[in-house]
């Protein structure tokens, strides 16, 4: 049958010894294959593949990182890619490099897939970090991931063997990201977690300042990092820390507290030192007088250091006798030294009370020893409102001269409007609450009350000034020039005679006598008539100078009681 298949061979047999010949070739194209070393030339390696072909590899692929040519002989065993079986010129494609890109990929895939770190070497940069070999696949290092810390001079890392963390790996592009950082952070938390196991809370230890932040410092305790926040400095208040440390000082500190979930570790100096807030409330006693120094202003009041570590508040509230609602920076500034009095202490809460206002004469105790009840004083008049006006004292203080005394007739409404703001005047000290702050003071009080005593009674004669004329009656002022009583007299007590109770009759500035006809003390009012007192000399004069017997008329009366009052004056 053989000889029949290979006398007469049909299209199927053709085929089947083909398949015989070729068998295997497309199997093992893309493939890595092992191969012999048949030859080496002066660049090449002759490997042979089988399947009666050879292809050529460069010697440089046989060369690993560091080696000047490789060490290969003829006869030596290979594993190369093969590409294809057969090229142009009948050789097989290989490749070496690629060979060993499988490997290196196949080897990295069961590595990335156990999360193990991975040997590698940083070969070359590239825009956005560096190229690292990882054994025959080519790796991407990102520049942050280099260090924990940014890295000036990547020289030293370069050409040296390492180990790298695989972050991803994408096989159909072939990319591979790495992380030398990863790999530094995970020796770094191993080694931080034993380190922190050897420390203990209260524990006191040196350590060198590495870096000053507006919250604090941190301070490398040998291979460990631990915060010293400002706080934690010194007993006396530290707006920052660079007015107690500078990177690269050596401090001792103690370890004030360890946190075990996020191992943080807070440090502390002050705590080192004997905490002056001891004994806080023998040393400031209430009420004791003392001289501190200003060393914060805020909008409620000032910080006043005592000594060294202990502070007390002065409220705003306690700040001035006079000035109120006015900032604490308007009354004091930082590093003025002033004079305290200690108010309250409260150790528990670190607490002390201070008042600025306390050691400063209260200026209304002054005022009231200056300027005894009864004494006139003078000032300017700040303000007039509606229940009266304030008057300017000395030492800025204020007194207040109420609407019911600022004059002795007119009403309080009418006597206000006649003083004016920026005005001096006088006025007479009533009464001072030094508890309360106030002062009253009264103007009217400078003269004597006119209604007090018998200074006008019913059925005396007065001598009134018209100040106005009404159709109703006319209004007069009498008595003291500089306190003069007013009053009204109606038109029905103008005159004794009916045609002559005319207000017309009458003009301002006109002298009137008239008679006191009632005197309402309560009320403050005085009631006059010129017809009463016409009746009452006409009485006078009958009783005088005539009698119903005697025969004299009316007019001769009157005109001899008119005539003995002309010569009298």
């Given at each position: 049958m053989a000889d029949d298949l290979s006398l007469n061979p049909s299209r199927d047999d053709f085929a089947a010894l083909l398949d015989e010949s070729l068998g295997g070739r497309d199997f093992m194209e893309g493939q890595v294959v092992h191969g012999k070393v048949v030859a080496i030339e002066k660049d090449f390696a002759i490997v042979d593949v089988g399947l009666k072909t050879e292809g050529r590899v460069l010697l440089k692929e046989f060369t690993a990182p560091g080696e000047d040519k490789p060490p290969l002989k003829v006869g030596d065993t290979v594993e190369v890619f093969l590409e294809r079986v057969e090229?142009?010129?009948?050789?097989?494609?290989?490749?070496?490099?690629?060979a060993r890109r499988e490997e290196a990929w196949t080897r990295l895939e069961e590595v990335y897939a156990k999360n193990e770190p991975v040997m590698g070497v940083i070969v070359g940069r590239v825009k956005g970090g560096f190229t690292v070999d990882l054994g025959g696949a080519s790796a991407f290092l990102p520049g942050s991931q280099v260090d924990i810390r940014p890295v000036r001079d990547v020289g030293p890392l370069m050409g040296r063997e390492q180990p790298f963390a695989i972050l991803k790996m994408d096989r159909p592009r072939g990319n591979i990201v790495v992380s030398r950082r990863a790999i530094l952070e995970e020796a770094r938390a191993e080694q931080r977690t034993?380190?922190?196991?050897?420390?203990?809370?209260?524990?006191?230890?040196?350590?060198?300042v590495k870096n000053i932040t507006d919250y604090g410092a941190f301070v490398d305790l040998g291979g460990i990092d631990g915060l010293l926040h400002v706080t934690d400095m010194s007993w006396k208040r530290v707006n920052h820390p660079s007015q107690v440390l500078a990177v690269g000082d050596t401090v001792k500190v103690q370890i004030v507290k360890i946190n075990p979930d996020t191992q943080r570790i807070s440090l502390g100096m002050k705590q080192l030192q004997s905490d002056p807030w001891d004994g806080v409330e023998a040393k400031y006693p209430v009420g004791a007088k003392f001289t501190g120094r200003i060393t914060n202003i805020t909008d409620y009041g000032a910080f006043v250091e005592l000594e060294a570590g202990v502070e007390g508040l002065v409220h705003v509230s306690e700040m001035s006798w006079t000035k109120k609602n006015v900032h604490p920076g308007k009354i004091v500034s930082t590093s003025q030294e002033v004079d305290v009095v200690v108010l309250d202490v409260d150790p528990s809460k670190r607490r002390v009370s201070l008042g600025l206002k306390q050691a400063l004469q209260n200026p209304w105790e002054k005022f009231v020893a200056e300027h005894p009840i009864g004494t006139v004083v003078e000032g300017e008049v700040k303000n007039a409102t509606e229940f009266g006006l304030f008057i300017g004292l000395d030492n800025d203080i204020d007194g207040m001269v109420h609407l019911s005394d600022l004059d002795w007739a007119a009403p309080g409404e009418e006597a206000i409007a006649k003083y004016q703001k920026g005005e001096t005047v006088k006025a007479r000290v009533l009464d001072v609450d030094v508890e309360k702050e106030r002062i009253s003071l009264g103007i009217k009080q400078l003269s004597g009350d006119p209604l007090q005593g018998d200074t006008f009674r019913k059925g005396q004669t007065v001598t009134t000034t018209v100040t106005e004329v009404t159709s109703g009656g006319i209004e007069v002022k009498f008595g003291d020039e500089e306190a003069p009583m007013t009053a009204f007299i109606r038109k029905s007590d103008l005159s004794r005679d009916r045609a002559d109770q005319r207000p017309e009759r009458f003009a301002v500035g006109d002298r009137v006598d008239a008679q006191v006809t009632n005197v309402d003390k309560a009320a403050r009012r005085i009631s006059l008539s010129i017809k009463s007192l016409e009746m009452a000399e006409e009485k006078e004069a009958i009783e005088q100078f005539g009698s119903s017997d005697s025969g004299a008329s009316l007019g001769d009366i009157l005109g001899a009681a008119l005539r003995e009052k002309a010569s009298k004056e």
């Open positions: 090229n142009a010129m009948g050789e097989a494609v290989i490749s070496r490099e690629k034993e380190l922190v196991s050897q420390l203990q809370e209260g524990e006191v230890r040196e350590g060198v």
